[in-house]
């Protein structure tokens, strides 16, 4: 069993059997029926992949949408708007129209607050220019945007990067993670971003971490997440490359994404999403 799958299950198992539960508690999220979202959830996962080495964070236990989780990405970094009409109509991607903050957009958030502070060529200036500095890092979690608008707080908000010799290693930082929705999609996401930026600044990609504070799965989701522990994974292990010459960041698109020895167990199981 790869590592990715090793670590899925056993954080399952841990939630399913230890996770603490907000049944009795206030909370903000709620299903589309207006009933609230409730929770088993653990604090302060952690997982570390080597890019450089072969390891690569996805599952076969059901089929993973990454090509749409990396057009989210270029929506966010390279777009960098919050323009829901530009996720809808350039890359057919429709799972935020719920966060809507009713202007067609989710406001002040993600792409905007990139374009806001001007973060992504902040860091791939400093990354070429001052590669070994300490302060590389991207914060989409910036309070007086949460003033200026609604709009849901980002959930992957910080990324955190180090040059080590030929390879650009990256950290990314999460409040909070549906695991069993969005888990391996962020993940995945990421290390694009982090392959994209190695290819951008001269560098080869290294390591992934993955720091959540919240890893949960919602109180509709349980029965999905006994039947992902039913299902018996592959042994071969997926691998994501970036195959281009290009070497700019903002040429980058998703036909330049190739998944190999991905075969995920069908059929799809079907999520309630929680608001």
Request: hydrophobic letters at 35%; aromatic letters at 12%.
């Amino acid at each position: 069993m790869i590592k990715s799958e090793k670590i899925f299950r056993e954080n399952i198992k841990e939630i399913l059997e230890n996770g603490y539960s907000t049944e009795n508690e206030k909370v903000r999220p709620h299903y589309k029926d207006g009933t609230p979202s409730h929770t088993l959830f653990i604090p302060q996962t952690y997982e570390k992949y080597d890019i450089s080495k072969g390891e690569f964070p996805i599952i076969s236990l059901r089929p993973i949408a990454w090509k749409s989780g990396i057009k989210e990405i270029l929506w966010i970094y390279q777009d960098q708007t919050n323009e829901l009409s530009t996720l809808k109509e350039k890359y057919n991607i429709h799972w935020w129209d719920d966060w809507n903050v009713g202007d067609g957009t989710i406001g002040m958030r993600y792409g905007a607050t990139v374009k806001k502070y001007d973060l992504m060529n902040k860091l791939l200036d400093g990354l070429k220019n001052e590669p070994y500095g300490r302060r590389h890092i991207m914060d989409l979690y910036q309070y007086s945007d949460f003033e200026e608008s609604k709009g849901l707080h980002p959930c992957a908000f910080m990324t955190l990067w180090t040059v080590r010799g030929e390879f650009l290693d990256m950290t990314l930082v999460q409040r909070s993670n549906d695991y069993l929705v969005a888990g391996h999609i962020n993940k995945i996401q990421y290390v694009a971003l982090l392959m994209m930026v190695a290819k951008s600044t001269g560098y080869k990609p290294g390591i992934f971490t993955h720091l959540v504070q919240n890893l949960h799965i919602y109180d509709r989701h349980i029965e999905q997440a006994k039947q992902l522990l039913k299902r018996t994974p592959s042994d071969k292990q997926p691998k994501l490359i970036l195959d281009t010459d290009k070497n700019d960041f903002y040429e980058f698109t998703i036909n330049d994404f190739k998944m190999q020895n991905y075969d995920p167990i069908k059929p799809q199981l079907n999520f309630e999403l929680a608001i």
